[in-house]
C-alpha cells in the first residue's frame, strides 16, 4: 500500500457541531432504551477493570466464547451484548452484580 501526500488545498475534517450533553445524547438512542444503555456500560466498565487480569485467551475459557467474541467484549462493542450476558460474564469473573434502583421523589 502506498501511502499518498495529501493534495494541496485539501484540509483536515473540521467540527461542525458542538455538543452540550453526554455521549449517550449524542447517539440518538432513545430514552428508554438509554436506561438499559448506560446500565450496560456501567457494568461493562466493572467487568473490563476485573477482565484485564487475564489474557484473552482465559476470558475465552472463562467466558465461555470464541476469540472474536472476547476482542468485540474488550473493544467496547456494547451493542452486541445483551445486559443478561454481561451478568453472566460478571458472574463467570467471580464478581457479584447488582442493580440498584430509586423510586421517584414526591415533588414539594
Do not use: C, W
Not at 449517550?24 to 432504551?33: G, H, T
Amino acid at each position: 500500500m502506498v501511502r499518498r501526500p495529501p493534495e494541496r488545498g485539501r484540509t483536515a475534517k473540521s467540527i461542525n457541531r458542538i455538543s452540550f450533553g453526554t455521549a449517550f445524547d449524542d447517539l440518538n438512542i432513545a430514552p428508554r432504551k438509554l436506561v438499559s444503555f448506560n446500565l450496560r456500560a456501567e457494568l461493562h466498565a466493572s467487568i473490563i477493570k476485573v477482565a484485564s487480569r487475564y489474557s484473552q485467551a482465559e476470558l475465552q475459557e472463562l467466558l465461555d466464547e470464541s476469540q472474536p467474541r472476547v476482542s468485540d467484549f474488550l473493544r467496547g462493542k456494547l451493542t452486541k451484548y445483551s445486559l443478561q450476558t454481561l451478568v453472566e460474564y460478571a458472574e463467570r469473573l467471580g464478581m457479584s452484580p447488582q442493580i440498584n434502583t430509586e423510586a421517584p421523589r414526591k415533588p414539594s
